[in-house]
C-alpha cells in the first residue's frame, strides 16, 4: 500500500452498485491527498466489485479495495478493512469507516480528524445525529426516536452516557484501532457498541470518557435502501445482551505499556 496517507476510512460496502456516489469519493479525494479509501466488498452479489474498478484505478494512490468472498457483516468486514490497512502502511495516524450510502456526507471526516488532531486526550470521534438548531439533520421522527431508546439502552449496558452509538462515521487514532479491531466481533448489527466496551474493557470506565468524544454532525439524511429490517432490529437488541455479558464476565485488560499516554488500565466494574 502506499505511503503518505495520514487518514484511512475503510467503506464496507455490500450490494451496493446502484448507490455508490463515486464522483462523491473522487471530489473529495481531489482536495484531500493526504486521505485514502479502502471499500470492502463483503461478498456482494451485484456489479460493486466492478464498479470499484475506475476507483482503484483513476486513485491509484489513494484507494484500495478488498474483496471478501462471502458476505460476512459490517462488523467483520470493517474489521477486515482496518486491518489490510494498517497491514500495509506506515504512514497512518488515523483510520475510521464510513457507510456507503454516504448518508454522512464525507466533509465530515475533516471536523472528526480536526478534533482528534487538537485534543491530545480524544482517540475515537464518533458521529452523533442530533437535532439541533444550525444542524441539518434528516431522519424521520421515527428512526430518532429507535435511535434515542437504543442509545439509552446502550449506556445502560456500558455504564457510559451516550446520545448516539450506532451512526456510521467513526474515526479512531492508529494505536487504539490495532487493538479493538484486532479480534472478531461477537455482535453484528451492534457492533458499534461492542467497539466501545472494547475501550472500556482496556481502559476503564473514567479513562473511556476522556478517549471518546461524539461529534454532533452538521449534516446527515436518510437515504432510501437501509437494511436494517425489523429483524435487525431484533438482533440488535440482542447484541446488546451478547455484549454485556461477554464484557462484563471478562477480566480486565492490564499491560505495563499503553498506545495511548497516560492511560492506566482498569476493569469497567
Not at 494512490?61 to 470493517?78: D, F, I, P, W, Y
Not at 495516524?93 to 448518508?103: C, E, I, M, N, T
Not at 465530515?108 to 475515537?124: K, T
Request: glycine share 8%; proline share 4%.
Amino acid at each position: 500500500m502506499k505511503n503518505g496517507i495520514g487518514t484511512w476510512i475503510i467503506v464496507p460496502c455490500f450490494n451496493e452498485g446502484r448507490r455508490l456516489n463515486l464522483d462523491a469519493f473522487r471530489k473529495y479525494l481531489r482536495s484531500h491527498e493526504d486521505t485514502g479509501f479502502c471499500f470492502v466488498d463483503d461478498g456482494s452479489q451485484d456489479n460493486t466489485w466492478a464498479r470499484l474498478e475506475p476507483m482503484r484505478s483513476g486513485f491509484p494512490r489513494q484507494t484500495t479495495a478488498l474483496h471478501l468472498n462471502r458476505n460476512s457483516g459490517k462488523a467483520e468486514a470493517v474489521r477486515s478493512g482496518i486491518n489490510f490497512t494498517l497491514k500495509r502502511t506506515a504512514t497512518a495516524r488515523y483510520v475510521g469507516f464510513w457507510d456507503a450510502d454516504l448518508a454522512t456526507p464525507l466533509d465530515e471526516i475533516d471536523s472528526f480528524r480536526h478534533i482528534l488532531r487538537e485534543n491530545d486526550s480524544f482517540a475515537v470521534a464518533s458521529g452523533s445525529r442530533i437535532r439541533r438548531m444550525g444542524a441539518s439533520i434528516e431522519r424521520s421522527v421515527l428512526r430518532d426516536l429507535e435511535g434515542r431508546v437504543f442509545a439509552a439502552l446502550a449506556s445502560l449496558v456500558l455504564g457510559l452516557g451516550f446520545r448516539e452509538t450506532q451512526c456510521g462515521a467513526k474515526l479512531f487514532e492508529r494505536s487504539l484501532a490495532e487493538r479493538i479491531f484486532q479480534d472478531p466481533f461477537i455482535s453484528s448489527w451492534g457492533f458499534d457498541v461492542e467497539i466501545f466496551a472494547r475501550v472500556l474493557r482496556l481502559y476503564g470506565r473514567e479513562r473511556t470518557k476522556k478517549l471518546i468524544c461524539e461529534v454532533p454532525l452538521r449534516s446527515w439524511r436518510e437515504i432510501p435502501g437501509s437494511k436494517m429490517d425489523l429483524a435487525g432490529k431484533l438482533r440488535s437488541l440482542t447484541d446488546l445482551v451478547l455484549i454485556f455479558h461477554r464484557y462484563r464476565m471478562l477480566p480486565p485488560i492490564v499491560t505495563k505499556s499503553s498506545p495511548i499516554r497516560g492511560t492506566a488500565m482498569r476493569s469497567w466494574r
